[in-house]
């Protein structure tokens, strides 16, 4: 059971061949019982499982469920879910229960979707290891000493695991693709504007973006299908008509246009990664592509202005958490700037506090010209890079990683290394573009990822190039020895 | 030395909107602590803004009526700061994209002249909520009713050289922003208030001296006395060798001085940038259309048309175009009276005497246009004069009735018969002989005594004129 996808088990519950809640249960057994082994849920809702569970199953009996209707899900702990604790993986808001759903969580709710619980992630999903989490590290299914990456590590891993078929992830700089390619699933970051924002704690605003975290691009589909449109809560989702995602999966890509970013395979880049992805640009080959090398000549400035940007926008979002209204406070304060100083010192971790200084820094009257504006202007660089390319090639493929998964430890202590981890994914973020990562081989014991990156709104046609690579090749449905 | 006193205004007005500039929640005054603040007032983990369209359309129309450039794409910035009745830590305002650019304002001085003050800008942003220090025991309680009202900062240029001027300029803006219905001016509930920035100079210096800010002056008067204050401990420090310090000062009205806040030094780094969060504001030329055709009248175009369709006199226009209400109650008592100067002269002289004397408001008035208008209709038939509609007129304010029934239950209605005026003018002949013959010899003014006589023996009620007539009839016989 736990080995099917979402496409599948929707077929067994429209079959009979198992109810809603016998796989809700089935689940929340397997979480029960190998969980304390990845530490990838930070809450559990079993109870609202199963409540929605049976709910689900009559609906099917009354012939309206779709094709979410009755399927377990998991929700990355950023999305706000009314009565549940949405801890956002900090100290910070261990205590905060949501009074109000998150525009995804309410789309999953009306879909029918069954909510198992809340996914572990770094710190407001400030991290690339899922290291930064109040809540302890997670692991990585596939190795344990290994990290599963981050921020949506715990969505990553549950899916790995196979305690849950699909979960919720965000992608800030690759918090979606880099965990889903170090855990060996498929993710799609969708256009900024794709998916609303409403109801996502956020990081950094102009760069934030939820999509879906499963085993197949297909499930991916059907997960976009109920998480994407226009939120008339959220000024920058953009009023664009959704696509069905599944009806373009099967489409033949004989002809398309595949480009290769050299800076994307250049220095850097892991020798056993680079082999893998070869492999597999070489079966798009087979399936009739045409592969051209292109540049994006300003990749290599992408991590240094996302460092400055998403710094400068989470320190002005995250100072709403300032021990008054909701959240931790510190014990008997003894005035404002005590509370102040306590609550948040004792709320936020050691990476929260140094990207709010260095955004603080960077906003800083005599600073901002240098650093805010410059790094607008290289996104701006960045995105005609894009907009180049585009011009010549219809998607644009490379590792969505320069190594596989490290060592859980290996670079807590060296930041900067740590934030070159999503050098090949952070420049979508700064363009806006929508991009994916896709199981491509492994090295030794751990998974390598494939990023495909597609033009605005063009998330029907990555959906599309990743499952025709899914039909010809088993990567995405190979599970870890232990959760097999 | 003469001194030279510089002044430019920052005034928050706040917005008539329905609703908050970024949340569906109410903007209604007056509703218990916290009962009118939503999710996104609370700044509550993942609540995003969404601007409310009523807003842009206010502060256009603001720009429009002064002339001012209507900035195309205007920019909502994040000002950061900490405080607990800001619940994102920062306020959404905006910054160096402001919806209103440069324009410009006529304001009358007392001396008859005007002059031009120039506007900087106007830009829209949140308000904050409320910090409550009473009642708590040494803590503060925090109410959020206010948190996200939405507020035009009108800024001027430093074109005001005294007090007066700069009342003259904030009465301006104030009479303004109620015409043009965007904001009910209401000083009391703060929906009016108002920053002055200070500074003094020698007379022919080019240079500005240092300014300081007066905080959050929330009425006309505290505004003129908050800055003569403030000029004077500036000509003070100057005079004494000292130097002004660039500093935030607060107008304590009680003791009627400013006191330092906070230092240049010590002021915020508000680390101003651009909202992720909202959309930068386009504004096209259809749309500026759209809005300039529901432009009202203005205070200065409709001053000019009383003068000219009711031919009263430009200074009783001024007064009665003082405010959009004021100038409304004129027109309907004209309409409900069919006399332009009697209505000028009653609505001016009688109800603004009376309001004044009650400290009430035109919108409290006992008074409708229509009952004003019922007493100058029966002054004009001759059923009353003009001294018993005073009678007519205080007895109304007492909440007494219409003209009609005032003046039947007081039986004030002039008496007209001539049998009956001369009824009593032989009485008053018949007691002041001695008088009749001043008159005779002579002492013409001794009419206005007889007149007096017979009125009073009236009560008032006898018409003036046939009085005069029989009178004078009577004394050469």
């Known amino acids: 059971m736990q080995n099917k996808t979402i496409a599948e088990l929707s077929q067994s519950l429209q079959q009979g061949e198992f109810s809603s809640e016998e796989l809700t249960r089935a689940y929340l057994d397997r979480i029960d019982k190998l969980d ?60 905060f229960i949501s009074p109000y759903d998150a525009t995804v969580i309410s789309k999953f709710k009306q879909a029918g979707a069954v909510m198992l619980g809340k996914t572990n992630m770094d710190e407001f999903a400030m991290g690339s290891s899922n290291e930064t989490s109040f809540y302890g590290a997670v692991k990585n299914p596939w190795d344990l000493d290994a990290v599963p990456g981050g921020s949506s590590g715990g969505s990553a891993a549950v899916v790995a695991a196979r305690l849950a078929p699909a979960a919720t992830g965000t992608d800030t700089g690759g918090s979606i693709r880099q965990p889903a390619a170090l855990c060996g699933i498929t993710g799609l970051k969708p256009t900024y504007g794709r998916v609303s924002r409403y109801g996502m704690i956020a990081f950094a605003s102009s760069l934030d973006q939820a999509g879906p975290m499963a085993r197949t691009a297909e499930d991916c589909a059907l997960m976009m299908n109920v998480m994407a449109g226009f939120d008339e809560k959220d000024s920058t989702s953009v009023d664009q008509a959704v696509p069905d995602y599944t009806t373009s999966l099967n489409d033949s890509i004989a002809g398309l246009k595949i480009g290769l970013p050299k800076e994307y395979f250049s220095e850097g880049l892991d020798n056993d990664v680079a082999t893998a992805i070869e492999v597999a640009i070489a079966e798009y080959k087979k399936l009739g592509a045409e592969v051209v090398e292109i540049s994006l000549p300003n990749t290599g400035l992408s991590v240094p202005a996302y460092y400055v940007v998403a710094p400068a926008e989470c320190s002005s979002n995250l100072s709403r958490f300032d021990g008054v209204r909701f959240g931790h406070r510190c014990e008997n304060p003894k005035d404002l700037t005590d509370l102040y100083k306590r609550s948040r010192g004792e709320g936020f971790g050691a990476e929260v506090k140094r990207r709010i200084m260095i955004g603080t820094y960077a906003l800083s009257a005599g600073y901002y010209d240098a650093y805010y504006l410059k790094a607008q202007k290289v996104r701006q660089l960045i995105s005609q890079d894009f907009k180049r390319a585009f011009e010549q090639v219809d998607v ?21 290394t740590m934030y070159l981890s999503d050098a090949y994914t ?12 896709v199981p491509a081989g492994f090295v030794g014991k751990r998974p390598v990822g494939l990023q495909i990156i597609g033009n605005y709104f063009d998330e029907a046609r990555l959906l599309n190039v990743a499952h025709q690579y899914q039909q010809t090749t088993d990567w995405h449905a190979q599970a870890p020895e232990a959760f097999k | 030395m003469q001194w030279e006193v510089v002044i430019g205004l920052e005034i928050h007005a706040q917005l008539a909107t329905k609703s908050k500039i970024f949340s569906g929640a109410s903007t209604a005054y007056g509703a218990a602590p916290n009962t009118q603040a939503c999710a996104v007032d609370l700044g509550l983990p993942g609540v995003l803004p969404v601007l409310n369209k009523e807003a842009v359309r206010m502060a256009v129309k603001f720009g429009l009526a002064n002339d001012c450039e209507i900035t195309r794409r205007s920019v909502f910035a994040r000002k950061n700061y900490f405080y607990p009745d800001l619940p994102k830590g920062y306020q959404i305002s905006q910054f160096e994209l402001p919806i209103v650019a440069k324009g410009h304002l006529e304001i009358e001085l007392e001396d008859g002249s005007s002059k031009t003050v120039g506007i900087t800008r106007a830009h829209l942003e949140e308000d904050a909520g409320k910090s409550l220090h009473e009642d708590f025991h040494g803590m503060t309680g925090i109410d959020l009713n206010r948190a996200g009202t939405p507020l035009l900062e009108i800024v001027s240029e430093p074109d005001m050289r005294s007090a007066k001027e700069a009342v003259a300029y904030m009465k301006k803006i104030h009479s303004l922003v109620q015409y043009l219905e965007i904001c009910d001016g209401n000083m009391q509930e703060g929906s009016f208030r108002c920053d002055a920035n200070v500074s003094v100079r020698l007379k022919g210096d080019e240079e500005f001296g240092t300014r300081t800010e007066l905080k959050n002056i929330n009425s006309f008067r505290f505004v003129e006395r908050a800055i003569n204050f403030e000029v004077e401990r500036q000509i003070d420090v100057i ?25 240049k030094e010590e002021a915020f780094d508000y680390r101003y940038f651009p909202d992720p969060d909202l959309l930068p504001v386009e504004i096209d030329d259809d749309y500026i259309e759209s809005v300039r055709i529901t432009l009202p009248e203005l205070p200065n175009a409709k001053q000019q048309r009383f003068v000219t369709e009711y031919g009263i006199k430009p200074e009783d226009a001024a007064t009665l175009t003082s405010s959009r209400v004021l100038a409304d109650y004129y027109e309907a008592t004209v309409k409900a009276s069919e006399d332009a100067k009697l209505a000028a002269n009653w609505v001016i002289g009688e109800l603004l005497g009376a309001l004044n004397k009650d400290g009430r408001e035109l919108s409290d008035s006992p008074i409708l246009p229509e009952m004003l208008g019922g007493i100058i209709i029966r002054i004009k038939d001759n059923t009353i004069s003009g001294k018993i509609a005073k009678q007519v007129f205080t007895a109304m304010w007492e909440g007494e009735g219409d003209a009609d029934s005032i003046i039947e239950a007081k039986g004030l209605k002039q008496v007209t018969d001539s049998g009956a005026i001369e009824k009593i003018i032989d009485e008053v002949l018949a007691n002041n002989p001695k008088q009749i013959a001043d008159y005779k010899a002579g002492k013409e003014k001794m009419l206005g005594f007889f007149v007096g006589q017979v009125m009073k023996a009236s009560q008032g009620k006898a018409n003036p004129g046939q009085v005069n007539q029989l009178l004078k009839q009577k004394l050469q016989e």
């Open chain 1, 36 to 95: 304390a082994q990845v530490n990838s849920y930070i809450t559990v809702t079993a109870d609202g499982a199963l409540a929605a569970a049976r709910a689900a199953d009559e609906q099917r009996q009354a012939g309206q469920a779709g094709p979410l209707t009755g399927i377990p899900l998991a929700q990355k702990d950023i999305f706000c879910t009314e009565g549940v604790k949405t801890s956002c993986g900090s100290k910070m808001l261990d205590n």
């Open chain 2, 239 to 263: 005079e004494g060798g000292g130097a002004v310090v660039q500093e935030t000062r607060l107008y304590d009205p009680d003791k009627g001085e400013t006191r330092a806040m906070r230092s």
């Open chain 1, 426 to 437: 952070i420049a979508t973020n700064l363009a806006g573009l929508p991009g994916m990562s």
């Open chain 1, 396 to 416: 644009i493929i490379g590792p969505a990683t320069p190594t596989v998964a490290f060592n859980l430890g290996e670079k807590t202590d060296d930041p900067v």
